[in-house]
Structure formats: structure tokens, C-alpha cells
């Protein structure tokens, strides 16, 4: 039942009668229609955002207080999903960590992993029963931010009953190919292997003894400094040519590829000697195989750069989901992905793909029972680039501007500030802002990265000496004036220039200098001056720190002014001169394009466009056109020479 309207509100807003409106909104055209939807669409926005709700997340302290705000996520899903930019790493680790407590203590048991069976086993034998040989090996093959993760629920696990602990579940293709082999040497029984299986085990401890050597090493050099709130958008590059010699490969290149395709085959060869041999072990041996044999279809998808990579890999972590909780009705279970695969929609611009069915995805058409038990909370960072890329995160830039350096916050409430983009795709975002985000944002324009986060933004004051030719071959007929038929016109501008994110908007004022005219019989001083007005707007086609090619378009007016001094006895009381002027107004359509070099806050540039005068030729005295007098245009081309002071901001 619809309740009854006050009558205020039985009025449209602009105070007018319903039938009225409806029928001047039935006679606009559709995209005007559309243009007003969507302006109206963003003043909404832009309005609720004022009213947009920040939770802080505090990830500096043991105290998991901070996280009470996910209660209400919590406490109506059964899974819920993080999205991280795996590029920032103590960052998204921490805040795992300390999701994963304490959604701990709402129930939730499972640690969903986006790594294979093998990594998940050897966690649960560090943070289930503290086996040290899993210690030795997490704290080698991962890096100091991950191991730091795994002892953090290993202590939650510590004082926790039995069945409370946090089990971790590995969903994806094991890409850790040497942790694999690593896991496949522990497993080997202390015994002599059979001469049947010499080859295979011989081959196994010598390619795992050079990758344990290397993994020993970069543990040991790995930097363990880096800041929770500290983290830029590079990429990581390494460039075998600026490798000292001291630094070259120490030990054998083996190829990894082949030698897992040899050990698998022959393991499936000779699986009554393996049987044998392992004994109780043989199950989780044979798991290992299996991991290893589906990392080959994978890597093959890979190397071929196959669409099937991504679409074997997100498969596999669904069949495996749906493998594990099929019959486990009141699991609950939480999981940190890269972003892309807990998106709620098929088109994933940020990620590259147009058509793309992520995990998420697959999840709620497969098993719909968790269509609305399953939360998606994607995280965003302040600071990196391609948080944004082709504007397919919605209005994620003002949820950033709204969360301060060095800070996390939770959105929630995305129905009511979260545009519709940001909507379909998830339930909650979490914004992090660098510490540093201003310096990697001028780092990353630098380095010529188009990035697509928050606004760059700079003004620049400009001045711009400009020669345009115009046709003065009538004028002078009339006039008599001292000029070359096709005069260079010389002009001095004062403006200014705002780009935001190499869009360019210019507003310029010039002053166009008087040419006069030699006296005539010392009775007639002629003179023409003027001045002009110009808005342009443009993108800039470079991404370069020193270069911008920017073509524009724009509107313009320029006035000229014509005067005469007559002193003639005849004509003039006590000899005094007889004085007119007369004004041509033009009306203008501009292009041109601008080629500018930039140093430091200085640019230099030059240009050249052309004018289109879009008004009657004809000159003016007073308020009069003068119809019997000289026709003069202002269209043409011209050029120029520039330098401004420019200034670079961000918001």
C-alpha cells in the first residue's frame, strides 16, 4: 500500500503543475532528456557524499576493535571476499592478517588462500601444530611481510580451542613450483630409494637444493623495512643487463618446465614402487603430482598467452570452492583475492578484459544459495596507479579524496553514495591512502604511466606573442592607410591554462598593438589597434613530463579599431583636428595547435591555428555599420611563441 503524499510533495519541484511538466518532458529529445538524468545523477551524488560515512580501520595496533564496523557484513554472510592490487604488500597482508582474526571471532574458521593445495598444507602444519620444518620453509620461500602473516594466526590459533582454529584452504592452481618440490622432498621417506626411482628422486634433489640455495639467499637480502602506509605504483622490473658479475647465476639453469613434466610422468609410471616406497605418505605425495600436473595445463595456457589461462585458473578455484563447502552448510570462510577475481560483474576494464566471469561470479551462478551470503569488498589505494583505469571503478576517486594520507577507512553504505559502477561490482570498498601518495603521483607522471587515480591537476600564466596575416587590401583602398595588402597583425596575450588529467581548458586576453600610419601633408594621422579575447579547450596528446602536443578548439573576439586626425584650416575651427573612429567587431572560431617543451615550472611553446570570422565584414561608426565603406575579414591562419609559470597540484 503506498502511503498518502503531503500535499507539498504532490507538486513537482520547480513548482509547477504535474501535467504541465510531464508534457515538457515528453517534448524534449531523448539525449537532451539524458543529459539532464545524468546531471541530476551526479548532483545527487556528489550531495550524498557529503553525507558518506568513513570507518577507520586501525591496522597499527593488536586491538581488533576497529574491525566491530564489519558486524553487520559478518553477521548476514557466510563468506567474504577482499580484493587487494597485489603490487602493495605489507599493506594487504596486515590487514588479511587482522581481517582474518578477528572475522575469527564472528565464526568464521576458513583462511581461503589464492595459492595451491601445497602452500596450504604446509601453512596448516605451521599455524595448526607449529611443525617446524613448515616454519623453515614458509619463512624461506615466502617473503618477510607473508611469513609475518602466518605467525600472527599462527598466535590467534595458539588460544584458540581445537575446533575454533582457522584452517587455511588453497583454491588456486599451485604456482609456486618450487615450494612444490620443496614440499615433495620433505615428504620422502629417510630411506635409500629403489634403483627404479633413482632417476626421479635424484633429479628432484638436485633441482630443490638450487632453488632452497637461491630462496636462503634472497631471504637473507630481502628488505624488511618497508612502511604499512609507505607503498607507490612502480612496476617491478628486473634487468638481467644491470646485474653486477658477482651477481650472475652461482649454480646450473635447469629448465623448471620440463623437469616437472619428467617428474610427473615418470611418478605416474611407477606408482606401485611409489606406493610402496612412501607408505602412509603416498596420499599427500600423489596430491603434490596432481597440483604439479595441473600447474603444467596452466603454464602451457600461459606461455601460449591463451584466454585459457584465466579461465582454467578461475575454474579450478571454484571447483574447488564448491568441492569443499558443498556439504558444509554453516562453514564460514574469508579470503583476500587480487581484485579482479571478486568483482560481481563480467565486464573488468581495470583488469583488462571486457568479458571476464570471476571467482565471485562463478560462485553465485553455480552455487545461488550464496548469491547473498557472499560480500565482495574491493580495496583501493590512494597513491598507486590504476585505481581507476577508464573510469571502470565508478566514483572510487572520491572516496579516496575523502580518506586522509596515511589512513584506512571502510565504506559500507555504497547504495547511497556509491555510484552505480561502484555498486554492481561490490558490497563495501576499503580506501587506503599513502603516506606518500602526492610523491609517487609526480613519480609516476614522470615516468610518462597514464594514471587514472585522483586528479593531476596544473595552472599555468601564460604570454603569448602572436602574428596573424589578415587581408587589409579593401581597407586600404578606402582608407588610404600606409600597409602591405596582406598585413601580419602583431598581438601580446595574457591568460591562463588549466589541465586536469591532460584535459586542457585556456582563457587569454591580448592587446593588439597600434600601427600608424606616416602623416599625409602634415593634415592626417592614421592609426589601428585593438585587442582581442580567446577560450580554447584541448587534450593534451603527449604523456611526457617534458613534452605536450595539445590541439584545441575554441571561440573567440577580437575588435579592431581605426582612427583619423584631420587638422585642415578649411575644415576645422581655429585649426583644431577633426577627429573619427570606426570599429570592426569579430566574432571567431578557433583551432590551432600547441607544441610546448616543459622545464622545471617554465614552458615554452610555439603554435599555430587559424580564425574563422563568423560576423559581417563591414566596419562601424558609432553603433552604425558603414555599408558603402571597406569589407574587412579576420579569418586566417597565425602562429606564435609563448612561455608560462606553471604550477602542478593535486586533489
Same mark, same amino acid.
Given at each position: ?10 507538486q513537482?519541484?520547480r513548482?509547477?503543475?504535474i &501535467?504541465? #511538466? !510531464? ?16 546531471r541530476?545523477?551526479? #548532483?545527487i551524488?556528489?550531495?550524498n557524499l ?9 591496522l @597499527?595496533?593488536?586491538?581488533?576493535s576497529s ?6 557484513i559478518?553477521?548476514?554472510?557466510r563468506?567474504i571476499f ?21 572475522l575469527?571471532t ?5 583462511y ?7 602452500s ?8 595448526l ?16 611481510? +607473508? ?20 584452517? !587455511? ?5 599451485? /604456482?609456486?613450483?618450487?615450494l612444490?618440490?620443496?614440499?615433495l ?13 633413482e632417476?626421479?628422486? @635424484? ?9 632452497i ?5 634472497y ?10 602506509y ?6 617491478f ?6 646485474m653486477?658479475?658477482d ?9 623448471m618446465?620440463g ?8 611418478? /605416474?609410471?611407477?606408482e ?14 600423489? /596430491? ?7 600447474w ?9 598467452e591463451l ?8 575454474q579450478?578455484m571454484e %571447483?574447488?570452492?564448491?568441492?569443499m ?8 570462510g574469508?579470503?583476500?583475492?587480487g581484485?579482479?577475481?571478486? $568483482? ?9 578484459? !571486457?568479458f571476464?566471469?570471476s ?5 553465485? $551462478? ?11 569488498i574491493?580495496i =583501493?589505494?590512494?597513491?598507486?596507479? *590504476?585505481?581507476n583505469?577508464? *573510469? ?7 572516496l ?7 589512513t584506512a ?8 553514495y ?7 561490482k561490490?558490497s563495501a570498498?576499503?580506501v ?6 602526492k ?14 587515480? @585522483?586528479?593531476?591537476?596544473s ?6 606573442f602572436i ?5 587589409f587590401?579593401?581597407?586600404? &583602398? ?12 602583431n598581438?601580446?596575450?595574457f591568460g591562463?591554462t ?25 593634415s592626417?594621422?592614421q $592609426?589601428?589597434?585593438?585587442?582581442n ?13 617534458? +613534452?605536450?602536443?595539445t ?15 584631420? $587638422? ?5 575651427? =581655429?585649426?583644431?583636428p ?8 569579430? =566574432?571567431?572560431l578557433? %583551432? /590551432? ?19 574563422f ?7 562601424k561608426? %558609432? ?8 569589407k574587412?575579414? =579576420? ?5 606564435g ?6 604550477f602542478n597540484?593535486?586533489f
Open positions: 500500500m503506498v502511503p498518502d503524499l503531503p500535499k507539498e510533495a504532490e513537482p519541484s513548482g509547477i503543475p &501535467e504541465q #511538466e !510531464a508534457k515538457e518532458e515528453k517534448e524534449e529529445s531523448g539525449s537532451l532528456k539524458l543529459l539532464r538524468e545524468e541530476l545523477k551526479r #548532483e551524488l556528489e550531495g557529503e553525507e558518506a560515512i568513513a570507518y577507520p580501520l586501525n @597499527e595496533t593488536e586491538n581488533l574491525f566491530q564496523v564489519l558486524d553487520s559478518a553477521d548476514h554472510n563468506f577482499t580484493g587487494e592490487d597485489h603490487r602493495v604488500e605489507k599493506f594487504n597482508t596486515t590487514l588479511e592478517t587482522k581481517m582474518m582474526q578477528y575469527n564472528k565464526g568464521y574458521q576458513y581461503l588462500m589464492e595459492a595451491g593445495w601445497v596450504a598444507y604446509m601453512v596448516n602444519r605451521y599455524i601444530s607449529g611443525d617446524s620444518a613448515a616454519e623453515q620453509i614458509l619463512s624461506t620461500y615466502y617473503s618477510h611481510n +607473508f611469513f609475518e602473516m602466518f605467525k600472527g594466526l599462527k598466535l590467534t590459533n595458539d588460544s584458540l580451542a581445537p575446533d575454533k582454529k582457522i584452517t !587455511a584452504v588453497g583454491l588456486d592452481i599451485e /604456482r609456486d613450483a618450487p612444490a618440490l620443496r614440499t622432498l620433505l615428504m620422502l621417506p629417510d630411506k635409500q630409494a629403489p634403483d627404479s626411482l632417476m626421479f628422486v @635424484e633429479s628432484l634433489k638436485i633441482l630443490s637444493a638450487i632453488h640455495e637461491q630462496a636462503l639467499e631471504a637473507k637480502n630481502a628488505d624488511k623495512s618497508d612502511e604499512l609507505d607503498f607507490g605504483g612502480y612496476s622490473e628486473y634487468d638481467m643487463e644491470d653486477e658479475e651477481d650472475a647465476p652461482k649454480f646450473f639453469y635447469f629448465n618446465i623437469t616437472i613434466r619428467d617428474l610427473t610422468q615418470r611418478f /605416474r609410471g611407477h606401485a614402487e611409489f606406493k610402496d616406497y612412501l607408505g602412509d605418505g603416498f596420499a599427500d605425495f600423489e /596430491r603434490v603430482i596432481k597440483e604439479m600436473e595441473n603444467l595445463v596452466w603454464v602451457g595456457y600461459e606461455k601460449a584466454p585459457q589461462s584465466w579461465v582454467y585458473r578461475e579450478y %571447483g574447488n570452492f564448491r568441492a563447502f558443498k556439504d558444509k552448510p554453516e562453514a564460514k574469508f579470503g583476500q583475492f581484485r579482479c577475481h571478486i $568483482t560481481r560483474v563480467t565486464k573488468v576494464g581495470d583488469c583488462g578484459f !571486457a571476464f566471469s571467482l565471485n561470479k562463478r560462485i553465485i $551462478t553455480k552455487m545461488p544459495e550464496l548469491e547473498n551470503q557472499l560480500s565482495s574491493g =583501493f589505494y590512494g597513491g598507486l596507479d *590504476g585505481q583505469k577508464n *573510469g571502470d571503478n565508478g566514483n572510487i576517486n572520491d579516496i579524496r575523502l580518506t586522509d594520507k596515511g577507512n571502510l565504506f559500507m553504505d555504497l547504495n547511497d556509491g555510484d552505480e559502477l561502484l555498486q554492481t561490490f570498498v576499503i587506503v591512502k599513502s603516506n606518500r601518495y610523491e609517487d603521483q609526480t613519480k609516476r607522471r614522470e615516468d610518462n604511466i597514464d594514471w587514472q587515480g @585522483e586528479d593531476n591537476v595552472f599555468s600564466f601564460d604570454f603569448n602574428q596573424r596575416s589578415i587581408d587590401g579593401s581597407f586600404n &583602398e578606402f582608407s588610404k592607410f600606409n600597409t602591405n595588402k596582406q598585413e601580419l597583425l598581438s601580446y596575450e591562463m588549466v589541465t586536469v588529467n591532460r584535459i586542457v581548458a585556456n582563457i587569454a586576453i591580448g592587446y593588439i598593438p597600434k600601427i600608424q600610419n606616416s602623416p599625409r601633408f602634415d592626417i594621422s $592609426t589601428v589597434g585593438g585587442y579575447f580567446r577560450y580554447t579547450y584541448g587534450k593534451d596528446l603527449l604523456r611526457s613530463k617534458v +613534452f605536450e602536443l590541439p584545441e578548439l575554441g571561440i573567440g573576439f577580437m575588435r579592431l579599431k581605426y582612427t583619423e586626425e584631420r $587638422t585642415n584650416v578649411e575644415n576645422s575651427l =581655429f585649426g583644431t577633426n577627429y573619427s573612429e570606426f570599429y570592426n567587431p569579430a =566574432f571567431l578557433d %583551432g /590551432r595547435i600547441n607544441f610546448g617543451m616543459i622545464i622545471g615550472i617554465i614552458e615554452i611553446r610555439g603554435f599555430a591555428g587559424y580564425s570570422d563568423v560576423s559581417k565584414e563591414a566596419w561608426q %558609432g553603433k552604425n555599420l558603414v555599408l558603402d565603406g571597406p574587412t575579414s =579576420f579569418s586566417g591562419v597565425y602562429s611563441v609563448g612561455i608560462s609559470l606553471r597540484e593535486t
